[in-house]
Nanobody
Framework: QVQLVESGGGLVQPGGSLRLSCAAS????????IAWFRQAPGKEREGVSC????????KYVDSVNGRFTISRDNAKNTISLQMNNLRPEDTGVYYC?????????????????????WGQGTQVTVSS
C-alpha cells in the first residue's frame, strides 16, 4: 500500500521554526522527485519546494528562499522541510508529494499535475 503521512505541523510564533516530515511507505524514493505544497485559507495551492529524483537540483518559491530547506533520506523513505524564520503568511496546510514522471530528470517543478501521490496534509499556523 502506497502512502504518504506528514507530521510536524503546529502553532509557532513569527520568527520560529518547524520541521515537517513525510513518511513514504510502499515507494522506492530513489525513483521519485519530491515536493512540498501548501494551501492557505481562501487561496490556491502553491508549490513551496521540490527536489529532483537525483537530489542534484532543488527549487524554492521566492517567498521561502533562504528560509526553508527541503531534504530527503532515501534509505529511511523520509522527506523533510525545515522551515526557519516563519512568517504569518506561511500559514496553511502543507502537503508532501511524489512524482514518478519527474523522478528520472535532473530538474524538478513545483507544478501540481506532475505529482501523482499526495499526503493528507499537516497544518502550520504562524501567529503571535
Amino acid at each position: 500500500q502506497v502512502q504518504l503521512v506528514e507530521s510536524g505541523g503546529g502553532l509557532v510564533q513569527p520568527g520560529g521554526s518547524l520541521r515537517l516530515s513525510c513518511a513514504a511507505s510502499g515507494f522506492n524514493l530513489d525513483n521519485y522527485a519530491i515536493a512540498w505544497f501548501r494551501q492557505a485559507p481562501g487561496k490556491e495551492r502553491e508549490g513551496v519546494s521540490c527536489m529532483a529524483g537525483s537530489g542534484s537540483s532543488t527549487k524554492y518559491v521566492d517567498s521561502v528562499n533562504g528560509r526553508f530547506t527541503i531534504s530527503r533520506d532515501n534509505a529511511k523513505n523520509t522527506i523533510s522541510l525545515q522551515m526557519n524564520n516563519l512568517r504569518p503568511e506561511d500559514t496553511g496546510v502543507y502537503y508532501c508529494a511524489l512524482s514518478r514522471e519527474l523522478g528520472q530528470r535532473t530538474y524538478c517543478r513545483t507544478v501540481g499535475h506532475y505529482f501523482e501521490y499526495w499526503g493528507q496534509g499537516t497544518q502550520v499556523t504562524v501567529s503571535s
